[in-house]
């Protein structure tokens, strides 16, 4: 039997590929917020109404940042959402 027996059609790329975010901790802890990531980050890779398929993988900022003054903060800006 040919390996081109085997064979079938390549996987999509889109659904195959991790898409990764990473949200602050104030973002995190509100579904509200969430979901509206969740939209946002859907519509953006193109299919604004469904996630089906797609490995979308979710962390909470872990890195930091000083400021010259000593200040502290989270690596990851918050965005305003839009309703």
Same mark, same amino acid.
């Given at each position: 039997? &040919? +390996?081109s027996? @085997? &064979? *079938?059609?390549l996987?999509d790329?889109? @659904? =195959?590929? $991790?898409? +990764? /975010?990473? /949200?602050?901790? &104030? #973002? $995190? +802890?509100? @579904?509200?917020?969430m %979901?509206g /990531?969740?939209?946002?980050v859907?519509?953006? @890779? *193109? ?5 089906? !398929? ?6 909470? $900022?872990?890195?930091?940042v #000083?400021?010259a003054? !000593? !200040?502290v903060? %989270? $690596?990851? =800006?918050?965005i305003?959402?839009?309703?």
């Amino acid at each position: 039997m &040919s +390996n081109s027996t @085997l &064979s *079938g059609p390549l996987p999509d790329p889109w @659904l =195959v590929e $991790a898409v +990764n /975010v990473t /949200v602050p901790m &104030s #973002v $995190a +802890n509100d @579904l509200d917020k969430m %979901q509206g /990531v969740m939209k946002e980050v859907m519509t953006q @890779l *193109g299919c604004p109404t469904c996630h089906s !398929g797609r490995d979308v993988r979710i962390s909470i $900022a872990r890195d930091f940042v #000083v400021d010259a003054d !000593g !200040g502290v903060q %989270q $690596a990851v =800006v918050p965005i305003r959402m839009t309703r």
